[in-house]
């Protein structure tokens, strides 16, 4: 079965520093893959997504994503994080001959003044 | 353009009462959704639907009913309530024919005491 790995469920960085969230899937298959990004009290907002094509994504706010096919993974970065990220991030993959999605536990984001 | 609209935002239950969330899209989305999310588990599909008329359970389905009589309607359904099912539960819906995001409703934050 398809699973989705967020490894740190809180980050904390310091406003202007690199940020680096973690996505480990497992997939049989060429996976479609996402991150969302949720505020405080709000649904979640497509940041970016893979489906086909390049491997190097990328998103809204500065944010991006690289599939790395060998490592099964889908990293989120932003090279300088301003307050405004600070929010609770969420990976996803679609699983395989479905339109059904699974979600990663969600990397809480904390950006440090 | 509203997208994924639900109802109610809050709602306090009591143990074995009933409630129905609401969910409407107005997009012409297939597929519909919806997720429990907890915190540090991420989001659980409780149900989904690929059209009107069809219905089937995600992962946590026990205690939870739903209907898609409409394209536009999918309400989730609470028969007996139970602190359990205390959480924050999102509906979202996808559009077969393009790209493969789904767009997330605001969410409804339940308590059952």
């Known amino acids: 079965a398809q699973s989705v790995t967020q490894l740190g469920s809180h980050v904390s960085v310091s406003e202007g520093?690199?940020?680096?969230?973690?996505?480990?899937?497992?997939?049989?298959?060429?996976?479609?893959?996402?991150?969302?990004?949720?505020?405080?009290?709000?649904?979640?907002?497509?940041?970016?997504?893979?489906?086909?094509?390049?491997?190097?994504?990328?998103?809204?706010?500065?944010f991006e994503a690289e599939f790395k096919k060998s490592e099964t993974s889908f990293h989120l970065t932003k090279p300088s994080a301003h307050m405004s990220d600070a929010a609770e991030y969420f990976c996803a993959v679609r699983q395989e001959g479905t339109y059904k999605y699974i979600f990663g536990t969600g990397t809480r984001l904390k950006v440090l003044a | 353009n509203a997208g994924v609209t639900q109802t109610p935002k809050f709602r306090i239950l009591k143990i074995g009462q009933s409630m129905t969330l609401q969910c409407t899209q107005d997009m012409n989305h297939n597929y519909m959704y919806w997720y429990r999310q907890d915190p540090g588990m991420g989001l659980k599909l409780i149900y989904y639907s690929v059209g009107a008329g069809i219905t089937d359970k995600g992962e946590v389905p026990n205690g939870y009913n739903v209907s898609r009589s409409t394209t536009e309607d999918f309400p989730l359904r609470l028969e007996l309530a139970a602190p359990s099912q205390t959480s924050v539960y999102f509906c979202a819906s996808i559009d077969r024919g393009q790209g493969t995001e789904a767009f997330f409703g605001q969410g409804t934050r339940l308590t059952v005491v």
């Open chain 1, 17 to 62: 520093a690199l940020v680096l969230l973690r996505c480990n899937y497992s997939s049989s298959v060429p996976p479609y893959l996402f991150w969302y990004v949720q505020y405080p009290n709000q649904g979640l907002q497509l940041l970016l997504k893979y489906t086909t094509g390049a491997t190097l994504v990328k998103g809204i706010n500065g």
